[in-house]
């Protein structure tokens, strides 16, 4: 063998060896996985996010978005989901890459058909806010929106945020698992299993879904 099909060969061993450590981690989950975070979408378009693959509904089990902390992610245009109505031989739900407008276009099209969310219609109705402390406290609690960048509510909760003037920092989950993570032990604190998306933190007051009543109740109680 000459040096140059000796070294072709050894790239294509060392690919091949590279593919198949990176396929041997996480690609399965099961019902009692710990630190896995599953989101799925409801009938009305909304997003919630679960800690166990049972918690789950039936109805929304067939395409659900699952984050790992520790997985790397690889193409940000690809997601990693799986259908928990099938279990395989052993007993674990196989994690499949798929792109991630297939999960975006679910979301939306289950929002077209049933109208508007409860923060849009809360603003639509023209539902009063208390009055807020024009006062800036000396050290202002920190208002954390965990989301991702398809969902409606999160946008809706941030855009609210920014119009009464109050800083927040957003995080996408789906782009910083360390932050899926970070909010599942918040929920999980908060005696929360799961919840919708956006998950907010208002000087640790966990609310979970954007609802600008429950939002401007806790700014209140945070002094804001």
């Given at each position: 063998m ?14 091949s060896?590279?593919?198949k ?7 399965a989950v099961t019902d009692?996985?710990?630190g ?13 996010t ?5 918690a ?5 089990r067939a395409?659900?978005?699952v ?10 245009d690809a997601?990693s ?5 099938t279990?395989q031989a052993d ?5 499949r890459?798929?792109?991630?407008r297939?999960?975006?276009a679910?979301?939306?099209s ?9 923060g849009?219609a809360?603003?639509?109705a023209?539902?009063a806010r208390?009055?807020h402390?024009q006062?800036?406290?000396?050290a202002?609690?920190?208002?954390i ?5 398809w969902?409606k509510?999160?946008?809706q ?8 003037g ?11 698992p360390?932050?899926?993570?970070e909010?599942a ?5 908060s ?5 919708s ?5 208002i ?5 979970i879904g954007y ?13 804001y």
């Open positions: 000459n040096r140059r099909a000796f070294v072709f060969g050894s790239l294509l061993l060392a690919c060896t590279k593919k450590e990176g396929e041997q981690k996480a690609v009692d996985s710990i896995v975070l599953f989101i799925w979408i409801d009938e009305k378009g909304d997003a919630h679960e800690t166990k693959a049972g789950v509904p039936e109805a929304s395409l659900v978005r984050i790992v902390p520790e997985q790397e992610e690889g193409s940000a997601i989901v799986v259908d928990l109505r279990k007993g674990t739900y196989a994690i890459r798929v792109p991630k297939e999960f975006e679910l979301a939306e289950r929002r077209s058909a049933h109208g508007p969310t409860l849009t809360e603003q639509e023209g539902v208390p009055e402390n006062k800036i406290p000396t202002p609690p920190k208002v929106i965990y989301g991702a960048s969902c509510p999160c946008h909760a941030a855009d609210y945020l920014k119009s009464i109050v800083p927040f920092v957003l995080y996408d989950i789906e782009k910083e360390a932050r899926a993570s909010m032990q918040k929920l999980e604190a005696n929360h299993r799961g919840g998306i956006p998950v907010l933190d000087g640790g007051a966990i609310l609802s600008q009543v429950a939002v401007d109740k806790a700014l209140v109680s945070a002094g």
